[in-house]
């Protein structure tokens, strides 16, 4: 019977689409995370007592790196469990085929056709060719930003005495790098970073935490590239760029740009908070990056005005880039269906930017996914305003924050009802796979083309 089973798994196996099978790993790895933080060892002595559907719903928002949570983590988990997370963090962050990549490089395990295809697909990367360099290298890359800064952080801390003791400078020292790096918006302390609001440098090296995870793991190796390119050959003609990179980097900008213009706008009593209008502009760019992945907030979201939490929620539902830490529609998906539109009202039927035309296949499913997105995100509005006795922008909020993975909340998830969580932890799951990967789940073969063309017909539009 063992053997029948067995090789009924090892058949579907076979069958399965590399999609399905990367839904599956995050799907074992909520399972396995689930379990672990169920662990008595990892909670609090006096914790309150959490229902099986509360740390399923932590364990989603923790591979999913989002940073929502039905109770206090404070008051549940002990030092130990905090560490636990960190350390999750990575499996929600790298990805689960990029972590079982590293382990097989470093046992000397051959990589197959078949994991390459998986990482190729997690990573969302066009070409399977350099994968596994791609992997090795942007997680050792990874890494070494969460050590060196976490070190900063700790010696930061130790310096002006934020804590009683040096290993509790450590402690959160790590924890802060591991957390924005990652893009986990997990508040363990119960003040998130909000004590840290008024120094300008320390949210200035957050954020470029938050960019360094959110701006995709192809950015990253080819920085890295045009580094040891400008060192080595000095002189030589210009480092040339993928369209991809040039993209993610430019509405990164954009968006963090109009993000902290109209955020400072909105804002323009001072972020309540603030006094100067220094701080002021620190406070809207710090939000205009952190909103759309993070989570970290300097004070509490009920600070804001309703302009501004729609503005907050639009920014989560855009998200970061993909092939990163992030969650989200993606930046680029954005981008390009704003460049669709611009073009379709100029009467342009292709897309041109930096010298290169985008692919009428990448516009589709920029569509597509801008689309099926937004309307999930009705729907979940829609069924959270029949189930929650919560008012319809905290809803909003509520939504935005799960789908983009950011974990902000105007204090409502503890409240949720159980079909309300349901809907959260599916948009949480969603969200970190990414809306065309979870359409193309569904998908056991690809459709062929028809051999021949019907005849056109024009139809009325608009």
């Not at 396995?32 to 740390?55: G, N, Q």
């Not at 970061?320 to 009467?347: M, N």
Request: hydrophobic share 50%; glycine share 8%; proline share 3%.
């Amino acid at each position: 019977m063992f053997y029948k089973l067995k090789k009924k798994i090892g058949m579907k196996y076979r069958e399965a689409t590399p999609i399905q099978l990367l839904v599956a790993y995050y799907a074992i790895a909520t399972l396995v995370t689930f379990f672990l933080l169920c662990l008595p060892v990892f909670k609090l002595p006096d914790a309150p007592k959490t229902t099986l559907l509360d740390d399923l719903f932590m364990a989603i928002s923790t591979i999913s790196v989002t940073g929502l949570t039905t109770f206090p983590i404070d008051q549940v988990y002990n030092q130990y469990g905090v560490i636990l997370l960190e350390v999750l963090f990575q499996v929600g962050g790298f990805g689960v085929t990029m972590l079982a990549t590293v382990a097989m490089v470093l046992t000397g395990r051959r990589i197959g056709l078949h994991q390459r295809q998986l990482i190729q697909f997690d990573m969302n990367q066009p070409r399977l060719s350099g994968m596994v360099k791609l992997v090795t290298s942007v997680f050792g890359l990874m890494l070494m930003v969460q050590l060196i800064f976490g070190i900063l952080f700790s010696l930061y801390f130790a310096w002006n005495e934020i804590y009683p003791t040096f290993s509790e400078d450590i402690f959160h020292g790590m924890y802060i790098s591991v957390s924005a790096v990652t893009n986990a918006g997990f508040d363990v302390t119960g003040d998130s970073i909000i004590p840290f609001r008024n120094d300008h440098l320390f949210l200035l090296i957050i954020m470029v935490l938050i960019v360094i995870g959110s701006i995709g793991y192809p950015v990253l190796t080819e920085i890295e590239a045009w580094l040891v390119y400008k060192f080595k050959y000095p002189g030589r003609r210009k480092f040339r760029f993928s369209l991809f990179c040039k993209l993610a980097v430019f509405f990164a900008v954009i968006f963090t740009v109009v993000g902290t213009v109209l955020l400072y706008l909105s804002e323009n009593e001072g972020f309540k908070l603030r006094a100067d209008s220094l701080s002021n502009f620190m406070s809207a760019m710090f939000y205009s990056v952190s909103a759309r992945n993070a989570g970290l907030q300097i004070n509490s979201m009920n600070d804001f005005n309703h302009t501004t939490l729609l503005m907050l929620a639009l920014l989560m539902f855009i998200g970061a880039s993909p092939s990163s830490v992030g969650g989200g529609v993606r930046t680029t998906t954005i981008g390009i269906f704003i460049l669709y539109l611009y073009s379709f009202i100029r009467g342009r039927n292709n897309i041109n930017i930096f010298n290169r035309r985008i692919s009428q296949g990448d516009v589709q499913k920029a569509i597509v996914v801008v689309s099926l997105s937004t309307l999930l995100c009705v729907c979940a509005v829609f069924i959270l305003s029949v189930t929650e006795d919560a008012p319809l922008l905290a809803l909003v909020f509520e939504v935005a924050s799960a789908f983009g993975t950011t974990g902000l909340s105007l204090g409502i998830t503890e409240s949720l009802s159980t079909l309300g969580k349901i809907v959260i932890m599916v948009l949480m799951f969603v969200g970190r796979i990414g809306m065309l990967y979870t359409l193309m789940f569904f998908i056991r073969k690809r459709d062929r083309d028809l051999s021949y063309k019907l005849p056109t017909e024009k139809i009325i539009i608009g």
